[in-house]
């Protein structure tokens, strides 16, 4: 779980996108989390590297839920629903138990920090799928 909030961009965003972009001095058009990520580091990414989100909010610039990675690589291990983030693992049991024991969504998210279909999206979420075996 991510020890700090998200700190939403405030500025222009790319069309279609909720990820913030900023023009330096000489026109360029630079991504604010990837420019963030890079500030933080104090030096720029690695050719061919993408700043990745853990938090999954592509308009945060909270350096501390981002990840240096390559593109081709697996999306990083702590990215989940905005929605799971909002309780602990052991929350999430009690609100699986809960529902199977016959209780509705609506009472389930009166016990938590959640909305109804916030606890619908915990209760029918599906595992990572397996690797599959090699030969």
């Known amino acids: 779980m991510l020890s700090s909030s998200c700190w939403p961009w405030r500025g222009r965003v790319l069309r279609g996108s909720r990820i913030g972009v900023l023009e330096d001095g000489d026109g360029d058009v630079l991504q604010a989390h990837r420019l963030a990520l890079e500030i933080h580091l104090d030096r720029p990414l690695l050719p061919g590297m993408e700043a990745v989100h853990y938090c999954g909010n592509r308009s945060c610039c909270n350096a501390a839920h981002m990840v240096e990675t390559d ?5 990083p291990l702590p990215a989940v629903r905005r929605t799971q983030r909002r309780v602990t693992p052991v929350q999430a049991e009690e609100i699986r138990a809960a529902r199977a024991a ?9 016990r938590y920090p959640i909305s109804r279909s916030g606890a619908r999206k915990i209760v029918v979420r599906t595992p990572a799928p397996e690797p599959p075996l090699t030969p």
Do not use: D, F, L, V
């Open 102 to 110: 016959g209780e509705t969504y609506a009472s389930i998210a009166r």
């Open 71 to 75: 593109p081709a690589a697996p999306p």
